[in-house]
């Protein structure tokens, strides 16, 4: 059972923005450990999308934003696009686990 | 153009073992730390074990330790993943993924393999 809790789907039209939460505790995201986003495009492996919270490697749109306050991180998708449609996951560290530790994913549907 | 490439993933039976492969290229693999981690079928990701660029540290989540051993050949520009005792909830694919950070408490995976998969059943 993942120690991140992410809603399980969030949807939204083409061009519409659309927030994922990433809620955490005092051993991980509270203890100022750094989050990381990831997408999984249907049937391929992971991609990184945000590191250290809020930065972007390079050749990921602009459109993708990252932040983080307390216990949560979200990511943000602007001007939501049909190719955003993926799965996304969260991901930081965990002390009492003393391992790293991922997010419960969340499905993107554009509609 | 960084590549990583798994290899070994069969259909092993319950208490088997199995040894994971994988090449990378397209960067000086012996600076950084890499990592394996796996997905469930329909499942989400779960981190698997960390190796520091020498070799020297390795870590491991709680659900594979004592079981798993992750290990490197820089020479060869490999990662392996030795896996035994395996159960039913080792079924998974397999990544391997290489460490952006410093393979520290802020580590990140800024690439990742197509992943190989081990199905374990009898």
């Known amino acids: 059972q993942s120690v991140l809790t992410q809603p399980p789907s969030v949807s939204g039209a083409p061009g519409q923005r659309v927030t994922i939460s990433c809620t955490g505790s005092s051993s991980n995201i509270g203890a100022g450990y750094d989050v990381h986003w990831y997408q999984q495009l249907p049937g391929t492996a992971p991609k990184l999308l945000i590191y250290?919270?809020?930065n972007r490697p390079s050749g990921v749109p602009d459109r993708f934003s990252g932040s983080k306050s307390g216990t949560s991180a979200s990511l943000a998708i602007s001007g939501l696009q049909a190719e955003d449609e993926a799965d996304y996951y969260c991901?930081?560290?965990?002390?009492?686990?003393?391992?790293?530790?991922f997010g419960t994913g969340t499905k993107v549907t554009v509609l | 153009e960084v590549q990583l490439v798994e290899s070994g993933g069969v259909v092993v039976q319950p208490g088997g073992s199995l040894r994971l492969s994988c090449a990378a290229s397209g960067f000086t693999f012996d600076d950084y730390a890499m990592h394996w981690v796996r997905q469930a079928p329909g499942k989400g990701l779960e981190w698997v074990s960390l190796?520091?660029?020498?070799?020297?540290?390795?870590y491991y989540a709680d659900s594979v330790k004592g079981r798993f051993t992750i290990s490197r050949d820089n020479s060869k520009n490999s990662l392996y993943l030795q896996m035994n005792s395996l159960r039913a909830e080792d079924t998974a694919l397999y990544y391997c993924?290489?460490?952006?950070?410093?393979?520290?408490?802020?580590?990140?995976?800024?690439?990742w393999g197509q992943g190989t998969l081990v199905t374990v059943s009898s």
């Open positions: 250290g919270n809020s």
């Open positions: 991901q930081s560290y965990d002390s009492s686990l003393s391992g790293y530790v």
């Open positions: 993924a290489k460490g952006g950070g410093y393979g520290d408490s802020q580590e990140y995976f800024d690439y």
């Open positions: 190796i520091s660029w020498d070799g020297g540290s390795t």
